[in-house]
């Protein structure tokens, strides 16, 4: 019988896992889980479940979970957010980390310090909010939970923490005035004035500060050590603790008349210093997050809603429903995505888009909610409500963004959980070494306390996640998304940029330019019959293929035994007759015989000035051809050059024909253009340029190339906001601009540059202070002062980043 300790050790716990087909799935999963100790495992296919009993004292349900990942299963697991305050410094972010991981039925929890948040992926229906709100209070801090959609949640949460910055202002305020006289004495001593303050008074000064206003060092510090850890309110506690009870000591050893030395003006000014240091930290830290407040302000609460019978009725937006006519006025936001019905204005979207001038949308236009209406009256039909809307995709996506962590914090991590150990190991041997070397006890402790509060860890803590923030949040605002720290982490190397050619050098809007029959075709019958085929599609130039002969007056015939080739042409039958539109390879596989060299001649011609040609056969035998022109994009030259201009070549890989590409990359001044590429070859392309040791940004519409980019280092997506494009690819581009793409890579390095500089002046901070402060060179109060103000230079470097914009907007 085992013992009972291990009997009280086991857990049960039911994970739904995903993409298990048959009895061999089955085997995997149980064979992975058996892999780790003590644990038994039975799988359900038809319930698509496992139920596993584990030792919890040796693995953690993150355990469980990896090990049925790795195996290349899915466990399906839910997401959860929380505000945590009363953080303050990373080891208080490395404590929550580490009770919330202990919490059955998480598999993964990231506490940001910068963010002063917690973001947990949990197995679903195993963890609530009251769990985890009540784990986070016994660590000894306080959470608020963010998993609701109400946007005044958030509202709430600002509120909460100006209120907190008030309160602190306050207590400084007390702490200036108590310590300004104990201060000005020492000041007065060095200009060789002769006035002290009787050592009473300055014990009446000192005791408010130290343990009124200075309490919520002790407090964090009792929470800190309740739960077997050590933080920067220990450090903060020990040392003014000292200098505070030598005085004390020395004050009542000496008697009333006696004359001694009392440090209650460093106690005092450390407090002081110290709270005045981390209400500039958290005005700064919410500067840096500021792009996002600036984003969540923009949802709006209420929207007109319109209807025939009741005409206009202000609604709170969770009352909409898709396809509700909402009325916009001018200079109101628009309050949901949606379609225009009736009207016409023109739209500030820059705070979504980066779009610095207005944007004109008329009927059958689609918009974005937060876009600020101009002039014009607007009647939306709604398409997306609440969290589907581009704006709360946006939002969402820049918040795992700023939430997630550089590969460097983990090695920050693990310094940051040693380094207050550390730092108080290194003033007990100042303490004694001064004392070894015949200093008296009281030289000996003020270097010892010199040593507790000039060490740091809050400028550790903050050093990733305050750039990568403010990094983030700019590009936001300059319309780039960021979704993850890969994507930044890789960008900064792209030495290669593949382009997709239709939708993003160009406009991706073809127009049929010319209509080509051969003898004894019509030529309206051969657009009749290309038209009714290409109805069936979706592709760019199919589109422009049936508006072609809508806009002259031709009727669209029904079609059956519709098939398509990707990425070669599509075939139907139409009034009985069998018609094939596509390449030439296209054609020639099907048997279909081509014209003379004359007429091959002339698709050759239309190619060589940038035009799409595509061929059509009727019941078997070529019938003409039809020519398209997809205009280049104003920007897409400049942003070529912006991009030759930071030493990466550009390659262009379309689908279009060999001349087509070629009369596009010479126009564009691309190093390479390479056509007749399907999409599923374009993965292969970009693998070919990796494994030849080049770093590949793939640029593409993020639908039909998503292979592509998935597959280079860095995917760019220029989907204006669509859904595949925003899920796709590390990086979306809000906007469909090409100069956003050089953008992008600047931003990147504008974030890892300061995440190294924040990382260089917090390591070198602590390296070169904790030996001037151990050699007795600054006092405790210079050394509170420059603690204080280390967090805050860090934090404020990374607030340059606010300002950063994209070279390629002209706006």
């Given at each position: ?11 049960d ?7 298990m ?10 064979k992975?889980?058996?892999k ?34 790795n ?10 957010s ?9 080891n208080?972010?490395?404590r929550?980390?580490k009770?919330?991981g ?37 660590a ?22 100006n ?6 202002l ?35 000064l ?20 309740r ?42 000014a ?11 930290e958290e005005?700064a ?11 969540m ?6 929207a ?5 019978v ?33 009207g ?6 820059s705070?979504?888009?980066?779009e ?6 008329v ?14 009256r ?8 609440g ?30 959980g ?7 190991v290194?003033a ?5 070494g001064?004392m ?17 509060v ?27 998304l960021?979704?993850?720290f ?17 939708g993003?050098?160009t ?18 019958d ?5 038209a ?6 979706e ?8 508006d072609?002969?809508?806009?002259q007056?031709?009727?669209i ?24 539109i ?40 070529f ?45 564009l ?11 599923q ?8 340029l ?14 039909n ?7 280079a ?7 204006g ?5 925003m ?21 990147s ?6 995440i190294?500089?924040?990382l ?26 420059a ?15 606010r ?9």
């Open positions: 019988m085992p013992p009972a300790a291990d009997s009280a050790a086991q857990h716990i039911t994970l739904q896992v995903g993409g087909s048959c009895a061999s799935c089955v085997g995997r999963v149980e992975a889980l058996a780790l100790p003590g644990v038994n495992a039975d799988v359900n296919l038809a319930l698509n479940s496992v139920h596993i009993r584990y030792d919890s004292a040796r693995h953690s349900v993150g355990d469980l979970a990896g090990a049925i990942r195996a290349g299963y899915v466990v399906e697991d839910e997401s959860m929380f505000d945590i305050d009363g953080m303050t410094c990373a208080c972010a490395l929550v980390e009770v919330l202990k919490l059955p039925g998480v598999t993964e929890v990231s506490v940001n310090f910068a963010m002063e948040r917690a973001d947990l992926h949990t197995v679903a229906g195993q963890v609530d909010d009251a769990q985890v709100i009540a784990a986070v209070e016994k000894g801090y306080h959470a608020v939970s963010r998993n609701k959609s109400d946007a005044s949640v958030d509202a709430g949460g600002a509120d909460a923490k209120t907190g910055i008030d309160k602190s306050l207590w400084l305020g007390a702490a200036i005035i108590l310590t300004a006289p104990l201060v000005a004495q020492m000041i007065w001593m060095y200009l060789g004035v002769d006035l002290h303050l009787a050592p009473w008074v300055e014990l009446a000192a005791t408010p500060v130290q343990f009124i206003i200075g309490w919520r060092f002790y407090r964090g510090a009792w929470m800190a050590l739960n077997a850890s050590a933080n920067m309110d220990v450090l903060v506690a020990l040392g003014t603790s000292a200098a505070y009870f030598l005085s004390l000591y020395n004050m009542l050893a000496a008697g009333e008349s006696g004359q001694t030395h009392l440090y209650f003006e460093a106690s005092a450390i407090v002081t210093l110290i709270l005045a240091g981390k209400i500039m005005r830290k919410r500067g840096a997050s500021a792009a996002i407040r600036e984003l302000a923009l949802r709006p609460r209420r007109r809603k319109f209807d025939a009741n005409g206009e009725v202000e609604v709170d937006i969770a009352e909409l429903s898709i396809g509700d006519i909402v009325r916009v006025l001018p200079g109101e936001r628009i309050p949901v995505d949606g379609k225009v019905s009736a016409e204005s023109e739209l500030d979207e705070l979504i888009t980066g610095t001038r207005p944007v004109a949308r009927s059958g236009d689609h918009v974005v909610g937060g876009a600020v209406n101009g002039t014009g607007l009647d939306i039909e709604v398409t997306a409500i969290e589907d809307t581009t704006l709360s995709r946006i939002i969402r996506l820049v918040e795992q963004a700023q939430t997630g962590k550089a590969p460097v914090q983990k090695m920050v991590d693990k310094v940051s040693i380094f207050v150990p550390a730092v108080i290194i007990l041997i100042t303490l004694g001064w070894v070397f015949g200093a008296t006890f009281e030289t000996s402790i003020v270097a010892a306390v010199s040593v507790l000039i060490a740091c860890p809050c400028a550790l803590g903050l050093a990733t996640p305050t750039a990568l923030v403010a990094g983030t949040g700019a590009a936001a605002k300059n319309g780039i960021i979704r993850n890969d994507a930044l982490e890789q960008a900064h190397n792209v030495d290669t940029v593949v382009f997709d050619k239709t993003t050098l406009e991706g809007r073809p127009t049929v330019r010319d209509i080509k029959p051969v003898k004894d075709v019509d030529r309206s051969l657009l009749r019959m290309a009714a085929v290409q109805a069936a599609s592709h760019p130039l199919a589109r422009a293929v049936v072609a002969a809508r806009d007056g031709v009727k015939p029904d079609i059956t035994d519709f098939s398509s080739k990707t990425g070669a042409g599509v075939m139907a039958k139409v009034e009985g007759r069998k018609v094939v596509g390449s030439e390879a296209m054609l020639v596989d099907l048997g279909i015989a081509l014209p003379e060299d004359d007429f091959i001649n002339q698709v050759s011609e239309y190619e060589s000035r940038g035009q799409t040609v595509i061929l059509v056969a009727l019941n078997g035998k019938s003409g051809f039809i020519t398209l022109e997809d205009r280049i994009r104003a920007s897409a030259k400049q942003a070529i050059a912006d991009l030759k201009a930071r030493g990466i070549n550009s390659i262009m890989l379309s689908g279009d024909g060999e001349d087509v590409a070629a009369y596009v990359a010479a126009e001044g691309l190093e390479e253009g390479r056509g007749r590429i399907r999409p070859d374009k993965a292969r392309e970009v693998e070919k990796r494994k030849a040791g080049r770093h590949v940004a793939m640029v593409g519409d993020g639908i190339d998503a292979p592509a980019l998935a597959a280092d860095v995917g760019i997506a220029m989907g906001g669509t859904d595949v494009a899920e796709t690819a590390g990086i979306t581009l809000m906007r469909s601009d090409p100069a956003l793409v050089a953008g992008a890579i600047d931003v390095i504008a974030t890892r540059r300061k190294a500089q924040n260089f002046w917090a390591f070198g901070y602590n390296v070169i202070g904790v030996p001037l402060a151990a050699f007795g060179i600054l006092s405790p109060a210079i050394a509170g002062a603690m204080a103000l280390s967090s805050v230079s860090v934090v404020s470097n990374s607030l340059m980043l300002g950063w914009k994209s070279r390629g907007d002209k706006s």
